[in-house]
C-alpha cells in the first residue's frame, strides 16, 4: 500500500522558517518523481514543487523560488522541502504526491493528508 505521510508544519512568525518532510513507503521511492503541492484557506490546489528521480533536477512556482527548497533522500524513502522567508502568503496544507510534471499538479497518483503551515504574528 502505497503511503505518503508529512510532518513539519506549524505556526511561525513571518520571515520564519520551516522544513517539511514527507515520508514514502509501498513503492520504490527512488524510481518516482514526487512534488509538494498546497492549498490555502478557501483557494484551490497550487503546485510548489518538483524533485526528478535522483534529486538533481527541482522546479518551483515562481511565488516561492528563491525560497523554498526542495530535496530527497532517495536512501530514507523521503521528500523534504525547505521553507524560508516565511510571508503570510504561505499559509496552507501543504501536500507531498507522487509523480508530477512540473509545472502543474497532474500526472500525481497518490498523496498524502497534509501538514499544515501557519503563518502569523
Known amino acids: 500500500e502505497v503511503q505518503l505521510v508529512e510532518s513539519g508544519g506549524g505556526l511561525v512568525q513571518p520571515g520564519g522558517s520551516l522544513r517539511l518532510s514527507c515520508v514514502a513507503s509501498?513503492?520504490?521511492?527512488?524510481?518516482?518523481?514526487m512534488s509538494w503541492v498546497r492549498q490555502a484557506p478557501g483557494k484551490g490546489l497550487e503546485w510548489v514543487s518538483y524533485?526528478?528521480?535522483?534529486?538533481?533536477?527541482?522546479y518551483y512556482t515562481d511565488s516561492v523560488k528563491g525560497r523554498f527548497t526542495c530535496s530527497r533522500d532517495n536512501a530514507k524513502n523521503t521528500l523534504y522541502v525547505q521553507l524560508n522567508s516565511l510571508t503570510t502568503e504561505d499559509t496552507a496544507m501543504y501536500y507531498c504526491?507522487?509523480?508530477?510534471?512540473?509545472?502543474?499538479?497532474?500526472?500525481?497518483?497518490?498523496w498524502g493528508k497534509g501538514t499544515l503551515v501557519t503563518i502569523s504574528s
Open positions: 504526491a507522487r509523480g508530477g510534471v512540473a509545472p502543474g499538479t497532474s500526472g500525481m497518483d497518490y
Open positions: 524533485s526528478e528521480t535522483g534529486g538533481g533536477y527541482t
Open positions: 509501498g513503492f520504490t521511492f527512488s524510481s518516482y518523481t
